[in-house]
């Protein structure tokens, strides 16, 4: 039996409560039992948490939340620490997801913070990264990425990554309809994976290594053959049921073909 593999819908900052309801469930309707070997999860908006969890309930979906903070409570305006959303159900959590990151100004430093906290509480927690655009013309994405991923590990002990997903969402890819080539995705696996290995041990080649960026139904069944992709993070296509539970027959297929 080979890594779990993963299809998660971050749905983002999109939707009220009834359409939220509504898209949870439809796909919690039509969601056949995931084979051995994949999971299923959706991260909605902090506040249709509780109304999504309704709608899916009895459907085995991973329940997660689209960021938490960096520490577990004190005197930190708007913030919401892994207990509370564990309080409300929750059980993982994205971490570092580059709209937080380039967007909102969310430094290396406070994603290895958030990614801690998260882990130690006993959360899922998938930790994005990815390069923008300039980096990858001029051709240092490898570099940046690892970069990355070793900024965000460098406080958490291999004993406490059990419940670490990676993503590789490269900002190019997020929301533009451009996806990486198979084979682009399947080399930055591959490194991404060797430097798990480097710094955790035997952990490392246990973990999920997730790919984002533009999955859609007609490029899923490429993507989920390249190597080292261990299922997906998908934003935009995971808005419409229809599109996301198309993509999870796709991962489920390729999870019973190769186990
Ligand atoms: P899109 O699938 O809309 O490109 O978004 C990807 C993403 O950011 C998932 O976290």
């Known amino acids: 039996m080979g890594r779990t593999r993963w299809v998660v819908g ?16 439809k796909v ?21 948490l509780d109304t999504v969890h309704a709608a899916l309930a009895g459907a085995k979906v991973v329940r997660f939340a689209q960021d938490a ?23 993982g959590v994205i971490v570092g997801h580059s709209e937080r990151r380039h967007l909102l100004g969310e430094s290396d430093a406070l994603v290895a913070a958030k990614l801690g906290c998260a882990l130690r509480a006993g ?12 980096v990858r013309t001029a051709g240092r994405h490898e570099a940046y990425v690892l970069a990355q991923l070793e900024a965000a590990l460098a406080h958490v002990a291999p004993s406490e990554t059990g419940r670490l997903v990676v993503a590789y969402e490269p900002v190019w890819a997020i929301g533009t309809g451009r996806t990486a080539r198979p084979e682009d995705a ?11 290995v480097d710094l955790l041990g035997g952990e490392g080649g246990d973990r999920s290594i997730l790919y984002g960026g533009s999955v859609k139904p007609d490029n899923a069944g490429i993507l989920a053959a390249a190597p080292d992709v261990d299922g997906f ?27």
């Open 28 to 48: 919690a309707a039509g969601l056949e039992a995931p084979p051995a070997g994949l999971r299923v999860g959706v991260a909605p908006p902090y506040l249709a």
């Open 233 to 259: 993070l998908v934003g935009g296509a995971s808005k419409d049921a229809d599109a996301f539970l198309s993509i999870v027959r796709t991962v489920a297929h390729h999870t019973k073909a190769h186990p």
């Open 123 to 134: 959360m899922w927690a998938i930790l994005c990264v990815g390069e923008p655009l300039k």
């Open 186 to 196: 399947a080399a930055m696996h591959a490194a991404i994976r060797a430097r798990l």
């Open 69 to 91: 903070a960096a520490q577990e409570e004190g005197a930190f305006t708007g913030e919401v620490g892994p207990a509370m959303l564990a309080e409300a159900g929750v059980e």
């Open 10 to 25: 971050n749905w983002k900052q999109w939707g009220l409560r009834p359409a939220a309801h509504a898209l949870a469930s």
